[in-house]
């Protein structure tokens, strides 16, 4: 019984108060330069993780990071076009449609974010390297390319910016293809949507076109121009 | 009653993650049913114009890490102005497709008038429907593409093998879907003739060449129209630079 | 309960409870525990930023499955005040989701804002803060605080500011947002009240040619009449939400709370 009772008992007021170490902690207004972190007491810490935030592998998952996006970026003779959606999910909420995943790093270099395990892209010019693009993700590949696109739609982004895409594309033309291929990603993924958010990185710098919504930028497209022959209002 | 969970194995696709198929099909309890390996790295593609139909399938059979045949065919005519295209599970494919073209022939023969493609869409809804609520249902994605015979309307339905079926202007099975659809939303108009129809046939192609990982060995071309259907010679063999 | 602390009575707890799984032995004699320090202790949080005001707002029912803990459990916090009752504050805090994860983010956030007074001698700003709050969150990334955080304050133009924040410290400055177990109820509603969501001039014109509503600043008469409005109807239809309603309102005066009853059923 004693035994017992040594197993599973502790010293009277052991965590009574903070420990030297938490004080300290307390005190730092500033957070650490490398942030510590916590970790669940446990053997298994990336089990434990899965289980209470991957609501892929678990979707009854307690705790649901907001993810899914669709981000695209590419290069041609005027610099490098980004544009990303604006549409933040946790399961089948939407958490936000506003989120700004176009990262404004400095004057010269973006970054784009999509949730989860998709990559991230960094675009930007540097006098020695000119306008360069770069694609990574969390398993650490870096690939440096002329074209990508991120996330749950980036084979829609894929499809519509392939079709068009020439390095001697002039600005205005780059800009409406990097506009539209998001826009044919929030058409057709339903992770994707809100707003369209698009810059221009040019050799000074880049340059900010708009965070527009893609419901009129929908409607002008197919009643304009007749695209979208699929959205009727014919119910035969 | 079984869960979804406490089946044994659920295989997922390699790219899509998506549950692929789970084995209890001959079991006495079932309540998920999900699509076989492999049938969505087939491609099908269906295009409608302002005097034509046009289906494109890939020519590729395959069957575990092989591919068995480049030259497939994986259509059937079902009347004059009717074709289905398929892709799914080995045997179900060609199966279902030969059980509604002899269907479709004998009603024919019976009326001496041939079923018209949206009569003949809401056929095959209704047999693969009855299908999956059987012992054994079949595992199919179609595609029907047909021209109307009284009006000379031009006709495309999508139908999975859920039965779910829609009347559209353009569609696609599988991974082609994802790179296609929106190619298709963006250059599509309702009332293109058989060259453009081609040209953004040909938009499609390129980009599944250009972004899937498989070798599809191209597609086999057919185009409907009042005439009748015909084989359209489509060039598969250039490369496609990526950019 | 009978996981975390060893014990082996009070095994079937039934669903509903976060604890409820019990010790198991495996081969050898060795003791498994599951390990799942989390609950969900219900409950609605929302918050909207005016032209010179921020309101946050939370009932303050506390719940462990089909258990009410509490009528009254605070979850709206003022931040870096004097003293432990928060006077002199600029800066409020909502936390919904795990309440004892809650506290001790609410707890270290104000440490660290009244450090920073001590240390500077001036109050944090709102947008230092929210950033801080992030640095915070992302800091138990592998370990996540299981709530959902909104921080409101005024900006340096003394405009109202409103910052809200997913488990790990991804955020956003907003108009306004609902978290919590009615967060799907109450968000829609915001999106079409406050900021106009869906909302046309009538017969301006066809199809896209329709213009949108265009957006004007709420007064804070009408926007404590929406808080109230989202809850009571959030009551109706959650049984989570309940019991009472706190708000605080930060102005250039300091932060006002008003606490008003909701049904307790």
Not at chain 1, 14 to 33: A, M, W
Not at chain 3, 177 to 200: H, T
Request: proline share 5%.
């Amino acid at each position: 019984m004693d035994t017992l009772v040594a197993q599973y008992s502790r010293p009277l007021f052991e965590n009574e108060g903070s420990s030297q170490e938490e004080q300290l902690e307390l005190i730092q207004t500033l957070p650490p330069l490398s942030l510590k972190f916590a970790l669940p007491p446990i053997a298994q810490p990336s089990a434990f993780l899965r289980a209470t935030t991957d609501d892929h592998s678990n979707p009854d998952c307690p705790i649901k990071i907001a993810h899914g996006t669709t981000t695209l970026a590419f290069r041609f003779k005027g610099g490098i076009i980004v544009a990303t959606d604006s549409r933040a999910t946790a399961g089948n909420w939407i958490a936000s449609q506003t989120v700004k995943k176009v990262i404004e790093i400095n004057n010269c270099l973006l970054g784009t974010m999509a949730g989860g395990a998709a990559g991230t892209m960094c675009a930007g010019v540097t006098p020695q390297e000119g306008p360069a693009l770069y694609y990574i993700d969390s398993d650490g590949t870096r690939l440096a390319g002329n074209l990508f696109c991120v996330g749950s739609g980036q084979t829609f982004a894929y499809g519509v910016l392939d079709a068009e895409y020439s390095y001697d594309l002039e600005d205005e033309a780059a800009l409406e293809l990097g506009r539209r291929s998001i826009l044919a990603a929030t058409h057709r993924d339903a992770y994707s949507g809100g707003f369209i958010n698009l810059y221009h990185v040019k050799e000074d710098g880049w340059v900010k076109h708009g965070f527009s919504d893609t419901n009129p930028i929908f409607w002008k497209t197919k009643l304009d121009k007749g695209e979208f022959s699929n959205v009727t209002s014919e119910l035969d | 009653m079984l869960e979804a969970r406490e089946f044994p194995p659920i295989f997922l696709c390699p790219v899509c993650k998506a549950p692929q198929l789970i084995t209890s099909k001959y079991a006495s309890t079932f309540l998920f049913i999900y699509q076989p390996p492999k049938s969505c790295q087939e491609v099908l593609l269906g295009i409608t114009g302002k005097d034509f139909t046009l289906i494109a399938a890939s020519k590729a059979a395959m069957r575990g890490a092989t591919i068995l045949k480049a030259s497939d065919d994986k259509t059937r005519q079902l009347n004059k102005h009717t074709l289905m295209a398929f892709s799914g599970e080995a045997g179900d494919t060609v199966q279902f497709a030969e059980y509604i073209q002899a269907n479709a022939q004998l009603y024919s023969m019976r009326n001496e008038a041939d079923l018209s493609p949206s009569a003949m869409a809401n056929f095959v809804r209704r047999e693969l429907a009855s299908s999956l609520r059987s012992r054994k249902p079949y595992m199919v994605n179609l595609l029907l593409g047909g021209v109307d015979p009284i009006t000379d309307k031009p006709s495309l339905h999508w139908l999975d093998y859920l039965a779910a079926l829609a009347p559209v202007p353009y569609a696609a099975h599988g991974y082609a879907q994802y790179y296609c659809l929106s190619i298709l939303d963006k250059h599509h108009q309702p009332d293109i003739d058989l060259e453009r129809g081609l040209e953004l046939l040909r938009l499609c192609t390129d980009e599944l060449k250009r972004r899937l990982p498989i070798d599809f060995k191209g597609v086999l071309v057919k185009v409907v129209t009042k005439d009748g259907i015909r084989e359209i010679d489509y060039d598969d063999s250039k490369q496609v630079q990526s950019a | 309960m009978a996981a975390l602390f060893g014990q082996d009575a009070l095994t079937d707890n039934g669903p509903g409870y976060a604890f409820s799984q019990a010790p198991s032995s495996a081969a050898g004699g060795i003791r498994e525990r599951s390990f799942y320090p989390y609950t969900d202790n219900g409950g609605s949080t929302l918050g909207i930023a005016g032209e010179d005001f921020t309101i946050l707002a939370g009932d303050t029912r506390s719940t462990s499955g089909y258990n009410i803990n509490t009528r009254y459990a605070p979850k709206v916090f003022k931040i870096g005040g004097d003293d432990s009752e928060g006077t002199n504050a600029t800066i409020i805090l909502s936390v919904v989701g795990f309440a004892a994860d809650g506290q001790i983010l609410k707890e270290r956030l104000d440490t660290i804002v009244k450090m920073y007074r001590y240390q500077h001698g001036k109050p944090m700003s709102v947008k230092a803060c929210a950033q801080r709050l992030s640095t915070i969150l992302y800091g138990k990334r592998f370990f996540p605080y299981y709530v959902h955080a909104i921080l409101g304050g005024l900006d340096e133009e003394g405009k109202g500011a409103l910052y809200s924040y997913d488990p790990v410290g991804s955020y956003e400055r907003e108009q306004c947002r609902a978290g919590g177990a009615a967060a799907s109820l109450i968000m829609p509603f915001l999106d079409n009240q406050v900021n106009f969501k869906n909302q046309y001039v009538p017969e301006s014109g066809e199809g896209h040619a329709l213009q949108e509503r265009p957006r004007v600043p709420l007064k804070r008469k009408e926007t404590e009449e929406l808080v109230r409005d989202a809850f009571t109807s959030a009551v109706e239809r959650h049984i989570e939400v309940g019991d009472g309603l706190q708000m605080l309102v930060v102005t250039k005066d300091g932060v006002e709370e008003i606490y008003s009853p909701l049904k307790r059923d």
